[in-house]
């Protein structure tokens, strides 16, 4: 059913009321970091980085408002505060009449249809921000009171399912971190007493770097030719994304050194950001040829000495990170690691049998991570089809 719609500055009204520095310290403090991407949510901890004095002007807020992030409109944050407070200038508060539902309005602002519309319409290319005039003459669909609150009730109990997804998957992710700890203790300690070894002794074949390709090697974007090569960005989260990465065509005796296996890990040597550097990324199984470039490491693991998944856990855990990696890696800029940094990282080696229990018990765990993700990507399909449904524009 399809509802009159009214320019939203006819039903709801910027109120800033500004608050100095300094002043109202006792009420809590919000700014854009507070407030999480897409769901609206506070972010898990302190609520604001910003000190509890900010140095800059502030904007009051209550439990009437809804806080619109007008920096960078496409990161969508949207929050509906429980308590009263104040905020940064770049949250905006908007105080809907009594025509509009609070909860209504923010799900307006957060539609898919919303965010693009007002993102087409910024200001500012470093810092863009929305243009608020045009946020507020953006015709909103103004059902009874009654029916907002129906349509509100069926959203959240659509967004409840996508949280409640989100927090199964992250649960899911947390598995086998836990069953490492577990099963091997802490690396810093090896309180098991287990074997421990340099880096190049459990691997088949030397640390190699990756390949440089000039610009005129790679084929255009969504060509089918040529061959898969992963780049710093493509590893970002752990795990190499086939079928996305760009594509290279160069002889094949100058691609032949750098073809990956799956017995082959790849450790970031240069990083745009610190958490990103020496951090190791691994590969999913494919009979598909892929290559690497030059911000990476290949390590070629000895299946006789270790497995790869132990070998890619162990690597990438906050224990080894913190007692055997992190001072190891240089730069500020750009951060990275080099061979002879890690030649000398000491690996905890168990025996394989007990690694090989373990990867079992990984396999097993990507297998629930697998149908976590899809799920949530099922229910986050349906609740943006529902926002569209209700607001208008696609899915």
Known sequence: MRFATVPLGEVCAQDRASVRARERSELPYLGMESIESQSGSLAKGELSKTPEAPEANSFLFTQSHVLYGKLRPYLNKVHVPAFDGKCSTELVPLRPSKELQREYLAYFLRAPSTVERISQRVAGARMPRADMSFVMSL??????????????????????????????????????????????????????????????????????????????????????????????????????????????????KALEPYLLTGRDLLVARRSLNWEGAAKLCRLPESTEPIVFESSFIRLRTDPERIETDYLYYYMNSPQTRAAFIEGRITGITISGINQAALATIPVMVPDLESQRRFCMHVNQSRSISASQIAALQTSTKVFKSLLAGVFGGGT
């Open 139 to 252: 015709p909103i669909p103004l059902p009874p009171g009654d029916e907002q609150r129906r349509i509100v009730d069926l959203l959240s109990r659509a967004e409840n399912i996508v949280g409640m997804r989100r927090e199964a998957e992250a649960k899911a992710k947390e598995i086998i971190p836990e069953l490492f700890l577990n099963m091997f203790g802490d690396p810093a300690g090896n309180p098991k007493g287990w074997e421990v070894r340099s880096l190049p002794e459990v691997l088949a074949e030397p640390f190699k770097n990756g390949l440089y390709l000039a610009k005129e090697y790679y084929v255009a974007d969504g060509a089918p030719d040529g061959v898969e090569m992963v780049h710093m960005s493509d590893a970002f989260y752990g795990e190499v994304q086939r079928g996305q990465l760009r594509r290279v065509i160069a002889p094949a």
